[in-house]
């Protein structure tokens, strides 16, 4: 593949009067940074962090034009590092793909060979991606629950966001592995199809807060998955029962939070936080192996709903209005263009 090959990709641009627009543009390969390993993506999926990249926030992507996507899913053109072979299926999560890297909303990235892990035999791409970071997330964080002890036995898991791409993926994997879900969400229009994901019980997310100031309140659930932050985070701790613990991972309801020490001292009740963006590639890897095992889901598309490359634009303004619901898988691969 030449330097002057061209391919399709989603473009986020700075106006003149600091607005972002995003269309999809033509580029060559030779656009993309100089690194060892030139894949060209099949699939990718949509994130909150991809949404903010989209709308301009200098946090998450300093320089425009810019390509998000922290996920792909594709096959290995070429590698000088001797990592891969050409033809190989991989997945990249994380890292800086998306971010300052042009990332997998593109038909082809270039990127560091330690960013990319194979893809496990028993998943698809397309498969791969209906989990994304989301589902990653998700997958890190029951698994760090269980290394806190937690076991199906102890009483619910409750779950905030759970509409969200973390939270769907929550509810089943928890749902499979044998646990009661408590579901917290703010579309209560959405409690059928939650149920259907797993959960036993679905209750509207503001009741999380009904305890008020309280320093601590009755033991309602076992462990808990907080996809949200804020309050919730803070009174999903105060409510959690003596030994368990809550994971963190989002902060769409706030990154401050507050609360008393009396949780943790009174009741040993633990707050562990998620990383899904620069774990070592060897845990990233061995994560993937049990969602590609005692993690993979029955009936995996039903989690997702796929879309093209064309509908990115629309999809993404979604996160920042609150009406994502379960994933959003993209179909990025089309037609390379020569």
């Keep these: 593949m030449s330097n002057d090959t061209t391919f399709k990709a989603l473009v986020v641009e700075e106006t003149s009067d600091g607005e972002f627009k995003k269309s999809i543009q033509e580029r060559k ?16 999926s949509l994130n909150f962090k991809d949404a903010m990249s ?8 300093k320089q425009y034009p810019h390509t998000p996507g922290i996920d792909a899913a594709g096959v290995v053109v070429s590698d000088k590092s001797g990592t891969f072979s050409a033809g190989q299926e991989v997945l990249v999560f994380g890292y800086d793909l998306g971010m300052d890297t042009d990332g997998g909303l593109g038909q082809m990235i270039s990127i560091p060979a330690e960013w990319a892990l194979p893809c496990p035999e028993t ?5 791969a991606m209906t989990y994304g970071t989301g589902g990653l997330t998700a997958a890190l ?13 102890d009483g619910p898991v409750a779950v905030t966001g759970a509409t969200g791409g973390v939270g769907t993926i929550s509810i089943a994997i928890l749902k499979q592995l044998g646990y009661d879900v408590i579901a917290f969400s703010g579309k209560p229009e959405q409690s059928e199809h939650l149920k259907e994901l797993g959960a036993s019980e679905v209750r509207h997310r503001d009741t999380i807060n009904e305890i008020g100031n309280k320093p601590v309140g009755r033991e309602l659930w076992a462990n808990a998955i907080d996809t949200i932050g804020g309050d919730y985070l803070s009174n999903l701790l105060k409510q959690t029962k003596a030994g368990g613990a809550v994971t963190s991972c989002g902060l769409a309801g706030g990154a401050e939070f507050s609360m008393t020490v009396m949780p943790f001292i009174t009741r040993a009740v633990s707050l562990l936080g998620i990383d899904s963006v620069y774990i070592p590639l060897a845990d990233k890897e061995a994560i993937w192996k049990r969602v590609a095992t005692d993690m993979k889901l029955p009936n995996l598309e039903s989690y997702g709903e796929e879309i093209t490359l064309e509908q990115t634009p629309e999809y993404l303004d979604r996160f ?14 089309g037609q390379v263009l020569v």
């Design 54 to 61: 989209a709308t301009g926030n200098k946090r998450i992507t």
């Design 123 to 127: 998943l698809t791409l397309k498969e």
């Design 141 to 153: 964080s029951v698994q760090k629950l269980e290394k806190m002890g937690a076991k199906p036995s």
């Design 320 to 333: 920042m209005s609150s009406k994502v619901v379960g994933r959003y898988v993209v179909n990025v691969k």
């Design 29 to 44: 390969v030779s656009d993309l940074p100089e690194n060892d390993l030139l894949i060209e993506v099949h699939y990718s």
